[in-house]
T-cell receptor, first 113, second 112 residues
Framework: AQSVTQLGSHVSVSEGALVLLRCNYS??????LFWYVQYPNQGLQLLLK??????LVKGINGFEAEFKKSETSFHLTKPSAHMSDAAEYFC???????????FGKGNQVVVIP | DAGVTQSPTHLIKTRGQQVTLRCSPK?????VSWYQQALGQGPQFIFQ???????QRGNFPDRFSGHQFPNYSSELNVNALLLGDSALYLC???????????FGPGTRLTVL
């Protein structure tokens, strides 16, 4: 069963424009939620995480995400895109009582000058 | 403070061969997880080791096996390689009570 859904494999955004990446999860109990970034030929770097504290989570590089239980969503945003934001972004969950990450298919972000 | 390290960085094998990938966890971490990332896909969980035992396993065949050593480092072994095993193999380490996993740079395996 797919636990995480990310729509739109490729996302193009103009430099300075809003970055919005959508993530929805399927679990009756809110899981732990994560956003990871992957630059070419590198491993995954944690951007931010939700572990049942504040619903608005701030991460590195100006990114933030808001947990909305009613919408089972954890969308990632950044007010102003920078060229260095070009990378692949993965939403992931850890279901309660589990310790394995389940990843979405990812969003390849292209920043247009 | 050294992060998660993996070796080798790249590997080329032929079908039917066997391969061993290695991972050293972040200092202080005792739990190691392995993931397979096929081209254009998100990582898929293979298994997790804690206290030298396999604690959880994903939907991978028995050709995939692992080991954890007393110093918490880990190996991933894949037997009878198939073309479809070509992927980036990622190792992640964590503490058992912490859900944050730290990833290494990965080993790129190509099966010809």
């Amino acid at each position: 069963a797919q636990s995480v859904t990310q729509l739109g494999s490729h996302v193009s955004v103009s430099e300075g424009a809003l970055v919005l990446l959508r993530c929805n999860y399927s679990s009756s109990v809110p899981p732990y939620l994560f956003w990871y970034v992957q630059y070419p030929n590198q491993g995954l770097q944690l951007l931010l995480k939700y572990t049942s504290a504040a619903t608005l989570v701030k991460g590195i590089n100006g990114f933030e995400a808001e947990f909305k239980k009613s919408e089972t969503s954890f969308h990632l945003t950044k007010p102003s895109a920078h060229m260095s934001d070009a990378a692949e972004y993965f939403c992931a969950v850890i279901l309660r009582g589990n310790n394995r990450l389940a990843f979405g298919k990812g969003n390849q972000v292209v920043v247009i000058p | 403070d050294a992060g998660v390290t993996q070796s080798p960085t790249h590997l080329i094998k032929t079908r039917g061969q066997q391969v061993t990938l290695r991972c050293s966890p972040k200092s202080g971490h005792d739990t190691v997880s392995w993931y397979q990332q096929a081209l254009g896909q998100g990582p898929q969980f293979i298994f997790q080791y804690y206290e030298e035992e396999e604690r959880q396993r994903g939907n991978f065949p028995d050709r995939f096996s692992g080991h954890q050593f007393p110093n918490y480092s880990s190996e991933l072994n894949v037997n009878a390689l198939l073309l479809g095993d070509s992927a980036l193999y990622l190792c992640a380490s964590s503490l058992p009570a912490d859900h944050e996993q730290f990833f290494g740079p990965g080993t790129r395996l190509t099966v010809l």
